[in-house]
């Protein structure tokens, strides 16, 4: 059921462009349109009604039939913690933000970097939800009155932002931060609450976020402070 979806390749030139645990979110936003705009940066997704979105709704009925309980319960516990605790399971108990402020504040920012940015492309792509589209596919509790937007998917631009910062500041854990992140954006399919082309979407623009943070001056002394927390910390390995 696991498969990996590749980055962009347009991604690697965004590295070159310099730009819940805290109490508040920043007010301000550290990138602008500019930096990482959804709409430059994504494809729109496919049409309602093309034969790429019907192939796609086939795969979330195929992922349906198939998953197992315990698959199922995963994607759960992962739609309900969209935040910085998604990481817990891989890197360990240790890693527990009410005693590492340096790495929430950190994570606070990136998490409000992504989601300016990932509400940008909700609102400008529009893209209805699966279950909006096949009402028989079924999986994670869903709001039926207020659907958000399924393109890109929110969960995997939070988790590949927050992973690619993590990974920088714990590159021996890089491998199993990366695959984490990719996991969490699998149990979407599994949730059935987005379309395979939103969490590619999810990764492509998370991905960039992280990247554009870790080169932004105005994080130069936050990205230091984490760096040097997370060095005393024993993690689970």
Not at 143 to 163: C, E, I, L, N, Q
Request: net charge negative; hydrophobic share 45%.
């Amino acid at each position: 059921m696991r498969r990996a979806f590749p980055l962009l390749a347009s991604l690697l030139a965004l590295t070159l462009v310099a730009p819940a645990w805290a109490q508040e979110a920043p007010a301000p936003t550290i990138l602008s349109a500019a930096d990482v705009d959804p709409v430059r940066l994504l494809p729109p997704p496919p049409p309602e009604g093309s034969a790429a979105q019907k192939a796609e709704l086939a795969e979330l009925h195929r992922i349906q039939d198939a998953r197992t309980p315990a698959q199922l319960a995963q994607a759960k516990w992962d739609n309900d913690h969209e935040d910085a605790t998604a990481f817990t399971p891989t890197l360990g108990p240790a890693f527990d933000l009410a005693k590492l402020p340096a790495t929430a504040k950190l994570l606070k920012i990136v998490d409000h970097e992504q989601s300016v940015a990932k509400k940008g492309g909700k609102a400008a792509f529009g893209r209805l939800r699966p279950w909006l589209v096949d009402p028989t596919l079924v999986g994670c509790e869903h709001s039926d009155d207020k659907p958000r937007s399924s393109y890109p998917s929110g969960h995997t631009s939070m988790a590949f932002a927050m992973a690619v910062v993590l990974a920088d500041l714990l590159p021996d854990r890089a491998p199993a931060i990366l695959a984490r992140a990719q996991e969490y954006g699998e149990d979407r399919l599994v949730c059935g609450v987005h379309f395979r082309s939103d969490v590619v979407a999810g990764q492509a623009l998370g991905t960039a976020v992280g990247v554009q943070l870790l080169h932004a001056p105005a994080l130069k002394a936050d990205i230091e402070a984490a760096r040097q927390e997370l060095a005393t910390v024993q993690l689970s390995h």
